[in-house]
């Protein structure tokens, strides 16, 4: 082969690589391992875009370099095959998620394929395989058989609690458990029947039924999570989402929040992600306060974190969702505070949390007494106050909150400010619709001593008490779908949870006639026939949500086809944490935070050897598409050139970027072709052609802005792509996809290619030693690759490999002892044209991804001239080069032999020679 032609060899190196099992690893002591993992892709029917295969090339590199490097490099691929796409797609279309899942998962292959990645297949793991989720099964039986230790902080066998409970009974016990659990001795515990002493260890284990707030989507039948709720509809579909109270599974994640918060500082992740964990999980120390209600045995009770503001509060608020609102709402409120919770409860917390501008409540006409001061002031219920935070009572300081202010400026409420007794009054005009009162016995302390003092003041009143709170809430763990895990477990006739037996795992997704809900409201599985445990016992019906899967997938990886465990002791004991891990921002409070959780657990009942799952997290930024506008003037079928939209009235309209050429220009046949409402469209043009505008965005099928992959690698060659999506910018950062700006690496792979083979496809290569020029642009462009693996600078290196390439051209090298190393450390990044110079032109057996990466040599990259600007009379004429350890006199002496510097002397002699030595040459005539 003459000339570089990607098609003739990219499907054969990738067919070879997956026909000799060169990417296939197992355990191997004798080498130090490295384990490289990205965040595993959901199989949509869409495929990848161009956009989707950065983070995996970027990984691909370090994997590959790591193997050159010498070691035992794991770097597998699997697919989050369960979720709400395929199943809402089989109710539209009747076919079961099995199928389109199956047909996506060999579309997501076969692209992947493509692009050339190192992934030992080997080792693919689906989430929705029962030979998978029979362990995530599994660890949920495990979850259900323990209890958390708050004296030993760490999870124990339930077994060991039970133990405890028939010795002691329940005193002692400091475990993380239910709010309200009932005090027992060890005779009363021996007392209770079997029903009863399971509905108290329900209160206990780490998975526990509970009645939970939720998000219900009734058109989609299912619960959905936080993050898949925007502005009270569903992201999938847009759909109206409601708050409602349903038994739930839980999982007691709050067990771990101190653990969760403390370990971060062990890993080399970046401090936004940390951040914004800190912030989910919320930790935070203040006391809780009891709030008499007016004229009712009722104490409402509020968390905060600044109880010495107490002399400040003016109102009290509750959650919409509070239990307690019927009780104490009058009856000339009672219409009003139910017309606002039926709107209220339908928000999101998430939607409430955000939307700090929002202000919005209704008076109970009840009122509470504060504590500390004997002041009764209203009670109201409002959205900005959430249920599953502290105890879903706020009580509400304007003079010191942001948010109470601007309630109490919207609905007419006082705002007192706290001043000290020594401090002389002012006019209360001056803090609006308020007054003044002194801070009493907490007068002259710091903010500090005041916090400790109220909290100690609360307590010897007996009103409150020191209390830690977190954000963070027990993660609900049931969905009302179909196409998830089955949750192991039946019920007895009394209704008791029960685990399903070992030796009927995994418990399958039965077969039903439709993927809906019952008539009845039961979840989907509840249409399944004859699916009874032992055939009499009901099974629970709700199925596992997305994470369940992901939160344990990359401990599969390490021993995928263990019929006897989640992972062997050996294998895990070996491959211990991701070295490397690569996935989106988007993951941070929830898959990244869920898996933690599960690996703390595994490791607490000692199934593995290391407390955290992630050694180092990167979070890959976003290739953006660009998309092409056209300007629709405003009650018309007419279309106006981008230039010329400024003097209409316009709409602007996505088109499809294939419509488009490199100038931006429109193909306005094509476009009418494109679609039917383009048929008879009329366009004002400029200088004869529509001009479409653009703007940089998220790529969409929404917004026709799509770049194939498939398509690119056709054009220019997988490795092409892969170096160009390095060469867009930083990792981390997010970039606009250009096709223009593709053709400059296309360019140097060719050029890369002729060094090797010339155009008649004769091989250059030779075995002449190397120049010094040559051996500084390898060592040079060595240590930079080198380096920039380490610190992810891919970007930095694709330049360098260009500079090296034409200084190698310019020097006319095709010597076998440059090239050779020159292909090693190109390999990570080219791996299909690397290879095939590695056989064809060096006449290498053996595959490149078996070599060893070179060491760049110091000695190479140190100067041994210097190029001297030669000045004459103040000015520079000319450029001469000396070896650094050439004496000035010897310098002296020659510089006035050069052609140059005779034409400009004239002949004379110079009345000074000034050399500085490895700087400049003046000389002066």
């Known amino acids: 082969m003459s000339e570089y032609n990607h098609k003739e060899f990219e499907p054969k190196w990738q067919q070879y690589w997956n026909e000799n099992n060169l990417y296939k690893v197992t355990v191997d002591p004798n080498k130090p391992k490295y384990y490289v993992l990205d965040m595993f892709p959901y199989p949509s029917g869409a495929g990848l875009h161009v956009g989707h295969p950065l983070g995996y090339i970027a990984s691909d590199i370090v994997s590959r370099y790591k193997r050159l490097k010498g070691f035992n490099v794991l770097h597998p691929m699997g697919f989050d095959s369960f979720g709400l796409p395929a199943e809402q797609y089989a109710i539209e279309t009747g076919q079961h998620p099995a199928v389109t899942t199956e047909a996506n998962i060999g579309t997501f292959k076969g692209q992947l394929n493509k692009i050339g990645f190192s992934y030992d297949w080997d080792r693919e793991v689906r989430t929705s395989d029962p030979s998978f989720y029979k362990w995530t099964q599994w660890i949920f039986q495990q979850l259900f058989q323990a209890w958390y230790d708050v004296d ?30 009932v005090a027992f001795t060890a005779e009363e515990w021996k007392g209770f029947n079997k029903e009863r002493q399971e509905e108290i260890l329900l209160d206990y284990r780490l998975t526990y039924l509970d009645e939970a707030v939720v998000n219900w989507c009734p058109a989609l039948g299912t619960v959905l ?18 708050r409602r109270k349903m038994k739930q599974w839980m999982m007691r994640i709050t067990a771990y929040a101190d653990r969760l918060i403390r370990n971060l500082e062990g890993l080399d992740w970046s401090d936004a992600v940390k951040e914004m964990q800190r912030n989910w999980i919320g930790k935070s120390r203040g006391c809780e306060l009891d709030f008499q209600v007016k004229g009712s045995d009722i104490k409402l009770t509020a968390f905060t974190t600044r109880p010495d503001t107490i002399f400040g509060v003016t109102y009290v608020v509750l959650a ?9 709402v009058t009856e000339e409120q009672k219409a009003a505070v139910d017309e606002y919770i039926e709107v209220a409860k339908n928000r999101s917390e998430r939607e409430r949390q955000a939307d700090v501008k929002h202000v919005s409540g209704v008076f109970t006409g009840a009122y ?4 500390l001061t004997g002041e009764e002031v209203p009670l109201w219920v409002a959205d900005y106050v959430l249920a599953g935070y502290g105890t879903g009572v706020v009580m509400a300081v304007p003079s010191s909150d942001d948010r109470d202010f601007r309630f109490a400026n919207h609905f007419d409420l006082p705002i007192v400010r706290v001043i000290e007794g020594t401090e002389e009054m002012e006019d209360p005009t001056e803090v609006k619709k308020g007054k003044m009162i002194n801070s009493g016995f907490l007068d002259g302390l710091t903010s500090d001593e005041a916090i400790k003092v109220a909290i100690d003041k609360a307590v010897e009143l007996g009103v409150g008490e020191a209390k830690v709170n977190y954000r963070i809430r027990d993660a609900v763990f049931s969905r009302q779908r179909y196409w998830g895990e089955p949750v192991p477990v039946y019920y007895s006739e009394e209704g008791i949870p029960h685990l399903v037996e070992a030796e009927q795992m995994p418990l399958e997704l039965p077969a039903v006639d439709e993927y809906l809900p019952t008539a009845d409201g039961d979840p989907p599985l509840g249409r399944a026939t004859d699916w009874k445990y032992d055939g009499k016992y009901a099974y629970e019906l709700t199925t596992m949500p997305g994470w369940a899967g992901s939160s344990w997938y990359f401990l599969r990886y390490m021993d995928p086809k ?3 465990a989640f992972v062997g002791k050996e294998a895990v004991a070996y491959w211990n944490q991701v070295d490397f891990y690569l996935g989106g921002t988007e993951h941070a409070t929830g898959h990244l935070l ?27 930024g976003m290739i953006q598409g660009r998309s092409s506008l056209i300007y629709k003037v405003k009650d018309t079928n007419q279309y106006v050139s981008h230039g010329l939209k400024d003097q209409y009235e316009v709409q602007t309209k996505h088109i499809d970027i294939k419509l488009v050429n490199a100038n931006d220009e429109l193909d306005i046949e094509g476009l009418k072709a494109w679609r039917a409402d383009y048929a008879d469209a009329e366009f004002i043009l400029e200088d004869g ?14 917004k026709y802005n799509v770049v194939n992959p498939d398509e690119v690698v056709e054009k220019y060659g997988a490795d092409t792509l892969r170096l160009y999506e390095m060469f867009l910018g930083p990792l981390e950062q997010s970039k606009p996809w250009n096709i223009q700006g593709i ?4 360019k140097f792979l060719r050029k890369l290619w002729k060094l090797f083979i010339d155009d008649n496809g004769k091989v250059l290569v030779n075995d002449k030693e190397p120049n010094d020029k040559e051996l500084k642009s390898l060592h040079k462009t060595i240590k930079k690759a080198g380096e920039d693996v380490e610190n992810l600078s891919f970007n930095t290196s694709v330049p360098a490999f260009m500079v090296c390439v034409n200084e190698l051209a310019a020097l006319k090298c095709s010597k076998r002892a440059i090239l050779e190393d020159l292909l090693v450390i190109i390999s990570p990044y080219a791996p299909h044209i690397t290879e095939e110079l590695w056989h064809v032109a060096l006449g290498k057996e053996d595959s490149i991804v078996n070599a060893t990466y070179p060491t760049h040599e110091e000695k190479y990259l140190v100067e041994s001239s210097h190029e001297y600007p030669v000045s004459i009379n103040g000015k520079m004429r000319t450029k001469i080069s000396y070896p650094l350890d050439m004496p000035k006199g010897d310098i002296e002496v020659d510089v006035l032999k050069d052609e140059v510097v005779q034409k400009w002397t004239e002949g004379k002699t110079p009345k000074k020679i000034i050399v500085v030595p490895g700087r400049i040459i003046n000389i002066v005539v």
């Open 594 to 620: 869920y898996s933690r959780f599960w690996n703390m657990f595994l490791y607490d009942m000692g199934f593995i050897g290391h407390e955290e799952p992630f050694k180092k997290l990167v979070n890959q």
């Open 368 to 371: 509470v007494v504060n504590p």
């Open 152 to 181: 030993a902080d760490k999870a124990r066998p339930i077994a060991e609690l039970i133990e405890i409970f028939e010795t002691k009974g329940s005193a002692g016990v400091n475990a993380v458990c239910a709010a309200e659990t």
């Open 320 to 328: 919409p969702e509070h239990e307690l609102i019927s009780e104490l």
């Open 689 to 702: 052609a529509y001009k479409c505008g653009y703007v940089v965005e998220k790529m969409s099928k929404s």
């Open 225 to 242: 999570a936080n993050d898949e709720v925007k502005d009270g509809l569903s992201e999938r579909g847009g759909h109206p989402v409601e």
């Open 562 to 564: 263990n019929e006897e």
């Open 743 to 746: 053709d400059g690496v296309a």
